[in-house]
């Protein structure tokens, strides 16, 4: 079993910036996608971004050229760095894993509230 810890979130100004991480523990033998969903008051979860193994990344395109996601393999580390951000961004945000770019999740953390104020 694997576990996914988020950290990073809080209260930030529309226009600031945010980093979060989320480390994965436990029966780990390969990562293959990992990546963030978030989910607002009363909306559905949403995909923000995914990235392989290798590299490879996929966005929503409401957060291209602002969130930029990358990964440590070697510490099973994937973080999620929030730029320009907007009232809209508000939302819980979730680590998630992947078997694979296009297919569902596996794994979810606990969450973390990132909220922008305008």
């Known amino acids: 079993q694997v576990q996914l810890v988020e950290s990073g979130g809080g209260l930030v100004q529309a226009g600031g910036s945010l980093r979060l991480s989320c480390a994965a523990s436990?029966?780990?033998?390969?990562?293959?996608?990992m990546g963030w969903v978030r989910q607002a008051p009363g909306k559905q979860r949403e995909l923000v971004a995914r990235?392989?193994?290798?590299?490879?990344?996929n966005y929503a395109d409401s957060v291209k050229g602002r969130f930029t996601i990358s990964r440590d393999n070697a510490k099973n580390t994937v973080y999620l760095q929030m730029n320009s951000l907007k009232p809209e961004d508000t939302a819980v945000y979730y680590c998630?894993?992947?078997?694979?770019?296009?297919?569902?999740?596996?794994?979810w953390g606990q969450g973390t509230q990132v909220t922008v104020s305008s």
């Open positions: 998630a894993l992947y078997e694979t770019m296009i297919g569902p999740a596996n794994t």
């Open positions: 436990g029966s780990i033998f390969t990562i293959h996608v």
């Open positions: 990235i392989s193994s290798g590299g490879s990344t």
